[in-house]
């Protein structure tokens, strides 16, 4: 049973792939590591807990000496890294966090995962010539798009915050692991998660507890901004396929179709709300618009042709059907505390 070190499994994205994984795949060991800062949560994976072949270790991607022996311990096969800093609002108050965690967190992986598997540049130990780096990453990096267009595998790079700059970053230091090393590294790029477990912080939890709470409805600047929006779910599927299936060296893009701005987000809760538990006025009432985010990137949208075709994905929620499921997870987990 060969071992893959699942990076930040605790956080949102990486809290709905462990469970997914777990489950599908008994022939791998997955061990799980995460700093639990706030934003991992391990009530999240309290479904998995007790699995033979999951494990739980804290730890931080920084710390060589405790990587090194993780990999040394559980003779590590595959790594697959969600691990990141990734609230843009954060990283325009604490930049250096995002670099130290995003950038030499992720450099740190790739050096002793070369030094586990390989005994030379381009010459793997023996066992370990399909062993497999994955790089979760966002598809801010690209920076923005105007009101036409998409990101594509081929778009050049053009982070406007320091937390994409700092996703940018690692993402140039896995590919110059497998251009110099030739370590078997590959990178996603998707574009916004929503989907249970989400921290509180993003936008649509926030507007769904701020909602249901009575408290305003935070909107930056005029609501304008665009997302192309992605059930979690989905990206756990093409993850998965990318990781058993994806061109060693390559990048895909993973993008769910569904445009939307900020405020028709906003819209569609509060009709959904309006709905499912009434009250004498709107939800829209508590609609505020505030000011703009330094560097707000307008637009995001992806082309995700290159994972459609190659590797047969395509995204199973709509955006009606999956912000439903989203909602509904959020007002049975606010109906269980003081929101």
Same mark, same amino acid.
């Given at each position: 049973?060969?071992?893959?070190?699942?990076?930040?499994?605790a956080g949102f994205?990486?809290?709905?792939? %462990?469970?997914?994984? %777990?489950?599908?795949?008994?022939?791998?060991?997955?061990?799980?590591?995460?700093?639990?800062?706030?934003?991992?949560?391990?009530?999240?994976?309290?479904?998995?807990?007790?699995?033979?072949?999951?494990?739980? %270790?804290?730890?931080?991607? $920084?710390?060589?000496?405790?990587?090194?022996?993780?990999?040394?311990?559980?003779?590590?096969?595959?790594?697959?890294?969600?691990?990141?800093?990734?609230?843009?609002?954060?990283?325009?108050?604490?930049?250096?966090?995002?670099?130290?965690?995003?950038?030499?967190?992720?450099?740190?992986?790739?050096?002793?995962?070369?030094?586990?598997?390989?005994?030379?540049?381009?010459?793997?130990? /023996? /066992?370990?010539?399909?062993?497999?780096?994955?790089?979760?990453?966002?598809?801010?990096?690209? /920076? +923005?798009? /105007?009101?036409?267009?998409?990101?594509?595998?081929?778009?050049? =790079?053009?982070?406007?915050?320091?937390?994409?700059?700092?996703?940018?970053?690692?993402?140039?230091?896995? $590919?110059?692991?497998?251009?110099?090393? #030739?370590?078997?590294?590959?990178?996603?790029?998707?574009?916004?998660?929503?989907?249970?477990?989400?921290?509180?912080?993003?936008?649509?939890?926030?507007?769904? &507890?701020?909602?249901?709470?009575?408290?305003?409805?935070?909107?930056?600047?005029? #609501?304008?901004?665009? &997302?192309?929006?992605?059930?979690?779910?989905?990206?756990?599927?093409?993850?998965?396929?990318?990781?058993?299936? #994806?061109?060693?060296?390559? +990048? =895909?893009?993973?993008? #769910?179709?569904?445009?939307?701005?900020?405020?028709?987000?906003?819209?569609?809760?509060?009709?959904?709300?309006?709905?499912?538990?009434?009250?004498?006025?709107?939800?829209?009432?508590?609609?505020?618009?505030?000011?703009? $985010?330094?560097?707000h990137d307008f637009?995001?949208?992806?082309?995700?042709?290159?994972?459609?075709?190659?590797? &047969?994905?395509?995204?199973?929620?709509?955006?009606?059907?999956?912000?439903?499921? +989203?909602?509904?997870?959020?007002?049975?987990?606010?109906?269980?505390?003081?929101?």
């Amino acid at each position: 049973m060969k071992t893959v070190l699942i990076t930040g499994g605790a956080g949102f994205i990486g809290s709905n792939f %462990v469970p997914y994984f %777990v489950d599908k795949y008994n022939d791998y060991f997955i061990l799980n590591l995460d700093a639990l800062t706030y934003a991992g949560n391990l009530s999240n994976l309290n479904e998995v807990a007790n699995k033979e072949n999951y494990k739980f %270790v804290q730890g931080d991607i $920084r710390d060589n000496k405790m990587v090194n022996q993780l990999f040394k311990q559980y003779d590590i096969h595959h790594v697959l890294h969600f691990a990141a800093e990734s609230h843009v609002d954060n990283s325009i108050k604490n930049p250096s966090l995002f670099a130290e965690t995003n950038v030499l967190g992720t450099l740190n992986l790739l050096e002793v995962a070369r030094k586990h598997w390989q005994s030379a540049p381009f010459k793997y130990k /023996g /066992g370990f010539h399909e062993s497999k780096f994955l790089h979760v990453s966002t598809d801010e990096v690209y /920076g +923005t798009l /105007g009101k036409e267009g998409y990101f594509t595998e081929n778009t050049s =790079y053009a982070p406007n915050s320091p937390y994409s700059a700092s996703k940018a970053s690692s993402d140039m230091m896995v $590919r110059s692991y497998f251009h110099t090393y #030739g370590l078997n590294v590959v990178t996603t790029n998707c574009s916004n998660n929503y989907g249970p477990k989400q921290h509180d912080e993003k936008l649509i939890p926030t507007l769904i &507890r701020n909602a249901i709470k009575g408290d305003i409805l935070p909107i930056y600047g005029s #609501g304008e901004n665009i &997302r192309d929006w992605l059930y979690v779910e989905d990206h756990c599927k093409a993850i998965d396929l990318v990781f058993h299936h #994806g061109k060693l060296g390559d +990048t =895909y893009l993973i993008g #769910g179709k569904n445009e939307r701005t900020n405020l028709e987000i906003a819209h569609t809760i509060c009709e959904y709300l309006d709905k499912r538990i009434p009250k004498p006025t709107s939800y829209k009432e508590q609609i505020h618009f505030v000011e703009d $985010r330094h560097g707000h990137d307008f637009r995001y949208a992806i082309d995700a042709q290159k994972l459609e075709s190659e590797l &047969r994905w395509s995204a199973e929620e709509t955006f009606d059907t999956g912000i439903v499921k +989203t909602i509904e997870w959020y007002i049975e987990k606010y109906s269980k505390k003081d929101v």
